[in-house]
């Protein structure tokens, strides 16, 4: 299976509002694919499509068809689903009655990436390691979640979803909140998961998506409106909307 995701003129309505609008797009395997736009154009939306998480959005109504791992999402169990795509919000979403330790653990126990205590602390090490949160909360596992920075709060959402060692993994602007140095040590983790998983991101910045992704996708108002490899879309975009968002101008 060439495509990790393939999205057939995808159309979604909430309370009646067309949001997206018969998006076709195709996501390769093991790529960073990057999905760009202004704020209300679809992104996130878009991102909870994918592991049907739209379907807990109140009147919403998803059109046409969408494949991830070869699949109809719509013709299997979301919870299956969900299971092999790691996903990290806009917001940092910690749960926060679990210690730092046992949010990264939960989904790893549940999925059955662990089967021991041995294998559970070695996935949590690893998974934090690669958030580049280890060295700062690996003498505090056991405090809660409240008790750590808004970045710090992010990257450890981030090494949850890693720990489920997921085949997908959703994005949501992961380092909206965390500092330059940080950040740049993400993307590297980023990349050097590629090989392992498929990672789907919104970023809004521009810079990080030349230093990190593969293809990038332009959202505007609910359409897409170009797509390809990231170098194409960065210096020679085909529409004038594209050039104009890049240049920080809508
Ligand atoms: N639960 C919801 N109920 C009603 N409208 C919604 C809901 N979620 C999203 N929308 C609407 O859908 C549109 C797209 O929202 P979405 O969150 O996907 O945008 P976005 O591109 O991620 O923006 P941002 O860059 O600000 O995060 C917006 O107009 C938003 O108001
Ligand atoms: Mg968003």
Redesign the pocket.
């Known amino acids: 299976m060439k495509y990790i995701v393939d999205i057939k003129c995808l159309s979604v309505y909430i309370k009646g509002k067309k949001i997206l609008e018969c998006i076709d797009l195709k996501i390769p395997r093991n790529s960073i694919f990057t999905i760009m736009g202004p704020?209300g154009s679809g992104?996130?939306?878009l991102l909870r499509v994918i592991n049907r998480l739209i379907d807990l959005i109140p009147y919403a109504k998803v059109e046409g068809k969408v494949y991830v791992f070869g699949m109809n999402i719509y013709n299997v169990d979301p919870y299956i689903l969900r299971k092999q795509i790691g996903m990290v919000f806009?917001t940092p979403n910690p749960f926060p009655h679990l210690s730092i330790y046992d949010n990264v653990a939960l989904g790893a126990k549940l999925n059955g990436v662990a089967r021991n205590k041995d294998e559970l602390d070695k996935i949590v090490e690893w998974a934090l390691r690669k958030a580049m949160l280890w060295d700062e909360v690996k003498d505090r596992l056991r405090e809660p979640p409240s008790k750590l920075s808004g970045g710090q709060r992010q990257r450890l959402c981030l090494a949850r979803a890693l720990a489920i060692k997921p085949k997908l993994l959703l994005l949501?602007?992961p380092t909206a909140n965390i500092d330059p140095v940080n950040t740049r040590k993400i993307e590297e983790t980023l990349t050097s998961l590629k090989n392992e998983m498929t990672i789907v991101m919104?970023t809004h910045s521009p810079h990080q998506a030349a230093r990190i992704s593969d293809y990038i996708a332009f959202l505007y108002m609910g359409k897409l409106i170009e797509w390809g490899p990231s170098s194409q879309i960065l210096i020679r975009p085909r529409s004038k909307l594209t050039e104009k968002f890049l240049r920080g101008e809508i």
């Open positions: 704020s992104k996130s939306t806009q949501d602007e919104v």
